[in-house]
């Protein structure tokens, strides 16, 4: 039965995969570019769309300080590697997103999609690492490239008239149901549980919010959509920016509080 739980998140992948496939090409939607926020501010075109992205390069600059010792503690270790393409993705992201909301078109957009995809993997990585105790170097660096591809994919298929969405897709929805799944298999601490999965839940609501940009604009006013799922999903990255600097924060506590002589295994895990 141990066995069988353990194998559900390459099912869960394996079905998915399968699914997408005999989907067929998933287009991008017409009129993807047609934001709801129209408006210029001090010169800057869809404000609010644009400077609504300063918050994902916040968070990857607190994570990358607050975490930077992190591959020396032992509850992070395993998964450095992945939450480093994280933090990396999520700072890009802030960039590649400013950059495509100032004129949005498909050029633009590539350079928006990839730094997601990096974080999407980056954060899949990290937490498998994580809950296997597992370096994750390697598998980070297929999910990069993985990630790359994908957004290669949506963007050669769409020029030759197709434009094929199906890899991306895969990629974003595959933390949002391995994650909860990897942490419950491996009964991970309460905490991380509780934190990631509200993460995950806020970005649920982010995306719900991005497919309705000018409904969410026309029921508000203020906010639309879409600069509302940029808010949600910088808050989504930062509850899981912030669990992993409360956990590399009580491994230090508690290294300091020891009491010496010191045991050989509790100074290997203050390493």
Request: aromatic letters at 10%.
């Amino acid at each position: 039965m141990k066995a069988l739980h353990q194998n559900l998140p390459l099912l869960v992948t394996v079905v998915l995969a399968v699914a997408a496939l005999l989907h067929g090409p998933i287009a991008q939607p017409a009129g993807y570019h047609d934001f709801a926020d129209q408006d210029a501010v001090f010169g800057i075109p869809h404000f609010a769309d644009v400077i609504s992205n300063l918050g994902f390069a916040l968070t990857a600059l607190w994570g990358w300080v607050r975490l930077a010792s992190a591959n020396r503690h032992h509850d992070l270790r395993s998964g450095w590697a992945g939450y480093r393409l994280f933090l990396i993705g999520l700072f890009l992201t802030a960039l590649g997103s400013s950059w495509y909301h100032l004129a949005p078109d498909n050029a633009r957009l590539v350079w928006d999609r990839l730094p997601i995809a990096l974080a999407c993997g980056g954060l899949l990585a990290g937490v498998r690492g994580d809950v296997l105790r597992q370096e994750s170097h390697e598998f980070a660096a297929w999910l990069a490239l993985i990630a790359i591809a994908s957004v290669g994919w949506w963007y050669f298929t769409d020029l030759s008239g197709t434009g094929d969405l199906r890899p991306y897709l895969l990629l974003q929805g595959l933390p949002i149901l391995l994650i909860p799944l990897w942490q419950w298999i491996y009964d991970m601490p309460g905490a991380d549980r509780l934190a990631f999965g509200a993460a995950l839940a806020i970005y649920v609501v982010a995306k719900f919010a991005e497919l309705n940009d000018h409904e969410i604009a026309a029921a508000f006013g203020a906010a639309t959509g879409h600069t509302l799922k940029h808010l949600l999903a910088t808050a989504a990255a930062a509850l899981i920016v912030g669990r992993l600097v409360a956990r590399v924060q009580s491994r230090v506590k508690a290294c300091a509080c020891a009491s010496p002589p010191v045991p050989p295994s509790a100074t290997n895990a203050c390493r």
